[in-house]
Nanobody
Framework: QVQLVESGGGLVQPGGSLTLSCAAS????????MKWYRQAPGKERELVAS????????NYADSVKGRFTISRDNAKRTAYLQMNGMKPEDTALYYC????????WGRGTQVTVSS
């Protein structure tokens, strides 16, 4: 059974940090591109960051460059999103996505940035 389970969301103050995790099972994690998306209320889902299967290349949305870092541990079958210098506009439901010839999604974890 394929599963992607996000964790690590919560409430954080502006300028604070959170690390999201995405635990994968049921498919060849190490062969898949991993991505983090987010969706704020009333907005379209936005690609935040992506990382290649071996972790050798990453890409980021302009809105998070320099603040967020995507990484993965293929031995642990887990992808991460380290978020620093957080802003209220980072508030959203964050999803992880695994892409190769199949496209898998987690259910999301809520991140709220507020004082």
């Amino acid at each position: 059974q394929v599963q992607l389970v996000e964790s690590g969301g919560g409430l954080v103050q502006p300028g604070g940090s959170l690390t999201l995790s995405c635990a994968a099972s049921g498919f060849g994690f190490s062969t898949y591109i991993m991505k983090w998306y987010r969706q704020a209320p009333g907005k379209e889902r936005e690609l935040v960051a992506s990382i290649t299967s071996n972790g050798g290349s990453t890409n980021y949305a302009d809105s998070v460059k320099g603040r967020f870092t995507i990484s993965r541990d293929n031995a642990k079958r887990t992808a991460y999103l380290q978020m620093n210098g957080m802003k209220p506009e980072d508030t959203a439901l964050y999803y992880c996505n695994a892409l190769r010839h199949m496209n898998y999604w987690g259910r999301g974890t809520q991140v709220t940035v507020s004082s």
